[in-house]
């Protein structure tokens, strides 16, 4: 465990279940990204509980990647983050998590707001909202939530959809970060003037445009190919498949055509295999690249190396990988499923098709390979959405919450004194 060398004293408490560990370093880097700006400007600590039950680790012994447990304290950039572990039973138990991850943290918490916590800031509604929420009115907190995509197929759940408008009602301030999300949660119950749209920002340090020959010979790539990437983890959601179902007739107008994809297991799962399967039943072995995971700080170097970037994803909130993509030149292509058509909001940047609609998918990056891109309005339009501008939203919108006195603890249940 690294030495803490953070000041004890705080202002408001991350609490999300899916933020970078040791155990999970890829997890939820769009959370910190986020929070930490705002940590220069407001200091906190973050919660992020990590589901457990007896027995676990046998099932380790046949799946090694399940549920990999991070220490009970990491200091990461000098701010604590902490893994308190919550009972999470496979199966019909699940649905009790939300009560389990409160009860696990509430003695956390409550050393925190000595600490001088004013605040909490929960992402996702469910689990971590609900929980977020249960624990600010045990401890006299205001709670925010942030709406990341999630809410979407949970609010199709006959069960979970009452406990979101319960957790959304019951929060002091609802973030989301795409307007379909917002509306979402105001037709789950949040109030109107509770709600604010926070997207995803980009750094543009970190992402920016490399030498393309020097990008495409780092990955073996031919000077004058054509190139699509993906990025992200290898689960049916992103649609890793539905872009190599299409590459057959792409590549009849495209002979050159190469396909990149970065990403590797999640909590989602992981259909390497299958991916792996249907590229050599398609007889694609030579023009699909499976990169594998890669830091952030890499990412610049496939992008870089591609001409256009698609993701034919079943559900999103607001894809950071989008902005990212851009800050490195290349329009985009992606479904018309949840915050995808705001990011990609105009004809300059890429171009949104129907999910499922293959027939739409072919065309649409036909087109894009096709076509002469205006790359430094790609780019403009990146850079206009730098994580400066979020950061200064998010701070306007904590500032009459953390101005407020807390209000005195309530009876928690009995468990959770102990």
């Known amino acids: 465990m690294a030495e803490d060398r953070t000041s004890d004293r705080i202002d408001l408490v991350v609490f999300s279940a899916l933020f970078p560990s040791a155990a999970r370093p890829g997890a939820g880097l769009f959370i910190r990204e986020r929070m930490f700006r705002v940590a220069q400007h407001r200091p906190l600590a973050v919660v992020s509980p990590q589901p457990w039950f007896p027995g676990q680790s046998l099932i380790r012994r046949l799946r090694p990647g399940y549920r990999p447990q991070a220490p009970a304290l990491e200091i990461q950039q000098g701010i604590r983050v902490y893994h308190p572990r919550y009972l999470s039973v496979p199966g019909l138990l699940r649905q009790f998590d939300g009560w389990s991850m409160a009860l696990a943290s509430v003695g956390l918490m ?76 105001i037709d789950l119950g949040a109030a109107v003037d509770k709600t604010e749209v926070v997207g995803n920002g980009i750094d543009t340090e970190r992402f920016q445009p490399v030498a393309r020959a020097a990008a495409r010979a780092r990955f073996g790539l031919p000077d004058d190919a054509k190139v ?72 610049k170097w496939p992008l870089s190396a591609s001409d256009v970037f698609v993701l034919a994803t079943r559900n999103e909130g607001w894809a950071n990988v989008f902005l990212e993509a851009m800050a490195c030149g290349l329009p985009v292509i992606s479904t018309d499923v949840g915050g995808n058509a705001e990011v990609v909001c105009r004809e300059e940047l890429g171009s949104i098709v129907p999910f499922g609609d293959s027939a739409a998918l072919q065309q649409a990056l036909d087109a894009a390979l096709g076509k002469g891109w205006d790359r430094a309005a790609i780019l403009d339009y990146a850079r206009d959405n730098h994580w400066d501008k979020r950061v200064a939203q998010l701070l306007r919108a904590y500032e009459p919450l953390l101005a407020i006195a807390p209000r005195p603890e309530r009876s928690a249940p009995a468990a959770a004194k102990r």
């Open 228 to 299: 699509l990437i993906s990025v992200g983890g290898l689960v049916e959601r992103k649609g890793m498949h539905r872009v190599i179902e299409v590459l057959p007739a792409l590549l009849e107008h495209h002979p050159d055509l190469h396909y990149l994809i970065v990403g590797g297991a999640s909590p989602e799962g992981d259909n390497r295999a299958e991916l792996t399967a249907q590229v050599a039943r398609l007889g694609l072995a030579d023009r699909v690249h499976f990169l594998g995971a890669l830091p952030p700080d890499e990412l």
């Open 110 to 185: 409550r050393k925190l707001k000595r600490q001088g916590a004013q605040l909490i800031d929960a992402h996702f509604t469910y689990p971590d909202g609900e929980a977020a929420t249960r624990l600010g009115r045990w401890l006299g907190l205001p709670a925010t939530v942030t709406l990341r995509g999630t809410e979407a197929p949970h609010s199709r759940n006959p069960v979970l959809r009452p406990r979101l408008s319960r957790t959304l009602k019951s929060a002091a301030r609802v973030f989301s970060v795409s307007d379909s999300l917002r509306r979402l949660a």
